[in-house]
């Protein structure tokens, strides 16, 4: 807000009243004004004299409005807004100045700008701006190989952003593993989405803890299990190999024995002792640990321990110890009132115990709703107190009830659950135990509860019948699970869901890139009213570049996205997409190995672009090798 005012109150100032600030739309975008006022893919023909009144007249026409984006003040983001102003009484606007400006006519045809420089304030204006657009990118599309030469022989250069080389070039595809790993002194935030082996291999023995921490933290790690381990052995902090070894045991590694023998020697034996992989002949040791928080997490592997290590805890002289003994007794032995009216905290009782048929009966039927919440989840209610339970006149009670595993179809298709279908849905633990089991998954399939039949399409494998079933189903997130996660959901039901979803955080792909989307008679879409379905027509491989450049003026902007992202897009097409109004366009554009190196180089040198342009794979690999070294300077000396 502060800076909106700032910037109406410049304004107004500078002689003008601003009539509203406006997101560009379809407009041509402020970005695209501010490149071509620095010089990179301009037009011909502007002139850069000082903007007299002649021009602004034409650019604020009969009524006096037209369109400025002023440098520092911009309110939106990544993608500025126009502010609309209005002239009081012709002449020159005082807009001139250190910050610099770009203006627009409302029809878009005169483009104004002044912006400063190393020479002083660069001055731009033009007119008849669309057809100088589309000549400025035909001649860019013209350029020959020697003058493509001439343009990397002298990149880097200056001036330049090598801060902002060094955030994107890890994102170049064409960058060879060597530059990565050199990268990873620089800049290691690229690890998120690096699946290269040897760049990993090289990142797991950094010894900058930062860089080892990157592959391991991320969402959708792709270190193998091998990688994991050499992580975990090769960590010199004790806390952070513990660290490294739950997320390993998280992601299913199964660590071998002498690693667990040298976790539980050192310092962090305590927090090594909860490492649910641990071997059985760990755990007599463990459970006569001098430390008592070593005891205690012994007790989470009860069914593990013999009958006088079991005695040994359930006496211990320390409380913690003997409560998690008292505990973990009590799944298999009932606990009596006497025992549960001792407990400081009875919570972990009420969700994990088996109970004394007496007190579990008060208990489900007390006035208490917290207690009966607690109850409600506990997999070791008596069939008698879960139908008490079915009954609850808390709704949240009744919905936790529903989704236990013990009922059967027909007993959980009378419970009064309450349930959001828009809401975040998880899945159910139990049910994903069960995706391997045929016939649990045949039987879940037909459940009248949603999340259930939703976890079932989490399955990566399903039996042909459920996923007939699962792709006919009436919630329609059912189906955009089975889109996501199920190898064996069908092409047809992939391309309805395709027609509303477009790919989620942990599935980004889906269901496009799924093994089974159609991949041929997609161009029977090219005309579609739906803009999703039109982009689909380039993924058909009898699509020509033809059909490229017709995409790539859609109306959509996710069409014209497509056709910006398509190696096949023309040279001059890829330099009219910069000045696309959307920033995703735009953006895809500037990735895109057709673009011109003159204007490739240009968005190099850029502040607002050089990030995304250094992801284009057409650099070459030598330039990349000097922007990688002019980077590494920059951030070395900013440290």
């Not at 921490?213 to 090769?234: E, I």
């Not at 001098?290 to 205690?296: E, G, K, M, T």
């Not at 009932?334 to 007496?358: H, N, T």
Request: proline share 8%.
């Amino acid at each position: 807000m502060q800076r909106r005012e700032g910037l109406h109150e410049l304004l107004s100032c500078a002689g003008l009243t601003v009539v509203e600030d406006v997101r560009p739309g379809s407009l041509f975008p402020p970005e695209a004004g501010w490149r071509i006022a620095r010089g990179i893919a301009a037009p011909d023909g502007a002139v850069r004299e000082a903007l007299d009144a002649e021009w602004w007249g034409r650019l604020a026409g009969a009524d006096g409005e037209f369109l400025v984006a002023v440098f520092g003040h911009r309110i939106g983001g990544n993608d500025s807004w126009w502010t609309r102003v209005r002239s009081a009484g012709g002449g020159v606007p005082g807009l001139t100045g250190d910050l610099g400006f770009v203006a627009l006519s409302l029809d878009g045809r005169v483009l104004l700008a002044e912006v400063p420089g190393g020479d002083g304030p660069r001055v731009t204006a033009l007119d008849r701006l669309p057809e100088r657009l589309e000549e400025a990118a035909a001649a860019a599309g013209r350029e020959t190989e020697v003058e493509r030469a001439e343009v990397w022989a002298a990149v880097p250069g200056r001036p330049a952003w090598p801060l902002h080389w060094a955030e994107g070039i890890g994102s170049n595809p064409a960058a060879p593993d060597d530059l990565l790993i050199r990268l990873l002194d620089v800049e290691a935030g690229f690890l998120h989405g690096c699946d290269r082996p040897a760049v990993l291999d090289a990142a797991v023995a950094h010894p900058d803890p930062r860089v080892r921490s990157r592959p391991a933290d991320t969402f959708r790690s792709k270190l193998t299990f091998d990688q994991w381990v050499r992580l975990v052995r090769a960590e010199p902090s004790p806390s952070r190999r513990v660290l490294w070894a739950e997320r390993a045991c998280a992601w299913g590694v199964e660590l071998p024995g002498d690693l667990y023998d040298d976790l539980l020697a050192g310092p962090s034996r305590a927090q090594a002792a909860e490492l649910p992989g641990l071997l059985a002949h760990h755990l007599p040791g463990l459970a006569a640990d001098a430390d008592p928080r070593v005891r205690a997490s012994v007790c989470a592997r009860w069914e593990d321990l013999a009958a006088p290590l079991r005695a040994r805890l359930l006496a211990d002289t320390d409380d913690a110890v003997r409560t998690a003994a008292l505990l973990a007794h009590h799944t298999g032995v009932p606990m009596p009132r006497e025992v549960f009216a001792a407990l400081s905290a009875p919570r972990r009782a009420l969700e994990q115990c088996r109970l004394s048929s007496e007190l579990e009966a008060e208990l489900v039927r007390g006035g208490d709703a917290e207690v009966r919440r607690a109850l409600a989840a506990n997999p070791r209610l008596s069939a008698h107190s879960v139908a008490v339970l079915a009954e609850d006149p808390y709704d949240d009670i009744r919905s936790a009830v529903a989704l236990r595993p013990d009922l059967t179809e027909e007993q959980r298709a009378v419970v009064r659950y309450d349930f959001d279908p828009t809401s975040m849905s998880r899945t159910v633990p139990w049910v994903e135990g069960l995706h391997g089991d045929a016939d649990a998954m045949r039987r879940l399939a037909v459940s009248s509860h949603p999340l259930i039949r939703r976890s079932v399409a989490r399955a990566r494998h399903l039996p042909p019948d459920v996923v007939e079933r699962l792709a006919r189903d009436e919630d329609r997130t059912v189906r955009l699970f089975l889109a996501e996660s199920c190898d064996d959901a069908p092409a047809e039901m992939l391309l309805q869901v395709w027609r509303w979803w477009d790919g989620s955080f942990t599935h980004p792909d889906r269901p496009r890139s799924h093994p089974n989307f159609p991949r041929t008679r997609l161009l029977r879409y090219a005309d579609d009213p739906a803009g999703r379905m039109r982009r689909l027509a380039l993924d058909d491989p009898k699509s020509t570049p033809a059909d490229v450049a017709r995409l790539a003026r859609d109306p959509d902007a996710e069409v014209r996205r497509r056709a910006a992202e398509d190696t096949r897009l023309s040279p001059a097409d890829a330099v009219r997409l910069l000045s696309d109004p959307a920033a995703h366009v735009r953006g895809a554009a500037m990735r895109n190995p057709r673009l011109p190196a003159r204007v490739l180089a240009g968005l190099l040198h850029d502040r607002d672009t050089a990030c995304a342009a250094v992801t284009n794979p057409a650099i070459p690999v030598p330039v990349l090798h000097r922007i990688l070294a002019a980077a590494a300077a920059a951030v070395t000396a900013r440290r």
